[in-house]
């Protein structure tokens, strides 16, 4: 289906693409030609993501540490990735989540996951797309959002809430944006597993039949969504603008994926409780 050379010439910024979907992306693009820019909190993670890809697909990936929930330290990267040239896509893959009875959240523990989720990706946003108007560059935007945007969901309601207000910004900036040459899409995805994801969102406790209930009976595979941004981001999807694309199997005409979290004890949620803080 994809042409070698899909993404040639592209220079792809991904944020958290140090592991998990944000890696899995970033593989699958410089694959397909383009030139990777990959940041996050985790220097060595990054490193190491983007010497493999240097190694496996010859083409250029640096790697960037950013704490995006600063909007200087966003500004300070953008510059630094503009040295060399525009930047063609921006992902927006970095996010935090973890679940809780949203009563108990403490003002600080929603904004560990509204800062990144919702504020850096915004900077980032912002700071790309200033740049692309400024300079009569052509650019797109792919943001990496969830299900509970159209279910909403139960117990990780800032997660909810973030990934909602940027999907009010994608459709939002399509229409702003759109006549000055930057596309704006989404994916949310629904089960793809990665560790980091997995020990937040399904800990011990937790219903874990969860995959054989999805329509497919399965979970997806990191390829397939990676497959799934390489188009959204490419040319051959120039006139798709401002739409999220879901997939998860079916899952979400089923239910949210909260609803095992209903049964759960004050006791289960004490020791959820422990356990994050400990972490």
């Avoid at 040639?8 to 383009?34: D, N, Y």
């Avoid at 702003?176 to 937040?200: C, D, L, Y």
Wanted: glycine letters at 12%.
């Amino acid at each position: 289906m994809f042409e070698k050379n899909l993404l040639q010439g592209k220079r792809i910024l991904v944020t958290g693409g140090g592991s998990g979907l944000g890696a899995a992306m970033s593989r699958r693009f410089a694959e397909l030609g383009a030139e990777l820019i990959v940041c996050g909190r985790r220097l060595e993670l990054l490193e190491a993501v983007a010497a493999e890809l240097r190694g496996k697909f010859g083409g250029k990936a640096s790697a960037v540490k950013c704490d995006i929930r600063d909007g200087a330290a966003v500004e300070a990267m953008l510059e630094q990735a503009w040295r060399n040239g525009p930047l063609d896509v921006l992902v927006n893959n970095a996010a935090a989540t973890f679940i809780a009875q949203t009563e108990q959240l403490s003002f600080r523990a929603a904004d560990a996951i509204l800062a990144p989720t919702l504020h850096g990706t915004m900077y980032c946003t912002l700071g790309a797309g200033k740049r692309w108007i400024e300079g009569g560059h052509k650019g797109v935007v792919l943001s990496i959002l969830s299900t509970s945007t159209i279910t909403g969901r139960a117990f990780t309601v800032p997660s909810a809430m973030a990934k909602s207000a940027i999907l009010a910004m994608t459709r939002s900036l399509a229409v702003e944006w759109g006549p000055k040459g930057v596309r704006t899409v989404a994916i949310a995805p629904g089960a793809f597993p990665t560790p980091g994801a997995s020990g937040q969102l399904r800990p011990e406790g937790r219903d874990q039949s969860w995959a054989s209930r999805n329509p497919l009976g399965r979970a997806g595979e990191h390829r397939e969504l990676a497959d799934l941004a390489s188009f959204l981001i490419s040319d051959a999807a120039g006139y798709i603008n401002g739409e999220m694309v879901v997939q998860d199997g079916g899952a979400h005409l089923r239910s949210s994926g909260a609803e095992d979290l209903l049964q759960w004890t004050d006791a289960q949620w004490e020791q959820q409780r422990l356990a994050r803080s400990k972490s």
